[in-house]
Nanobody, 121 residues
Framework: VQLQASGGGLVQAGGSLRLSCTASTRLFSSSLMGWFRQAPGKEREFVAAIRWGSGRTYYADSVKDRFTISKDNAKNTGYLQMDSLKPDDTASYYC???????????????WGQGTLVTVSS
């Protein structure tokens, strides 16, 4: 399974963007889709995840109440709605899948190319 993120772009602080993540094949209901981001010179960090079956969601503290993760099982696609964006949110955003909940990138597979989000001040 390969996942591909899209939807990045340039936005002003306080603005919004919605990222999409499409899987090459159907994900199992027991899987999780996760979003990570990597800013220049920094390690990749967990952003959010969603259980593909139940829809239960998980968020990093830094994005809680600003970002919303969702999914459309019929389209094999997940979404990351990002509101109230800050310059610190500038990063390349990636999606991947895991078989159990984790915030560690090493537990995720199916990484595709990231999509760049730039938030100007």
């Amino acid at each position: 399974v390969q996942l591909q993120a899209s939807g990045g772009g340039l936005v002003q602080a306080g603005g919004s963007l919605r990222l999409s993540c499409t899987a090459s094949t159907r994900l199992f209901s027991s899987s999780l889709m996760g979003w990570f981001r990597q800013a220049p010179g920094k390690e990749r960090e967990f952003v959010a995840a969603i259980r593909w079956g139940s829809g239960r969601t998980y968020y990093a503290d830094s994005v809680k109440d600003r970002f919303t993760i969702s999914k459309d099982n019929a389209k094999n696609t997940g979404y990351l709605q990002m509101d109230s964006l800050k310059p610190d949110d500038t990063a390349s955003y990636y999606c991947a899948f895991a078989t159990s909940y984790s915030t560690r990138e090493y537990d995720y597979k199916g990484w595709g190319q990231g999509t760049l989000v730039t938030v100007s001040s």
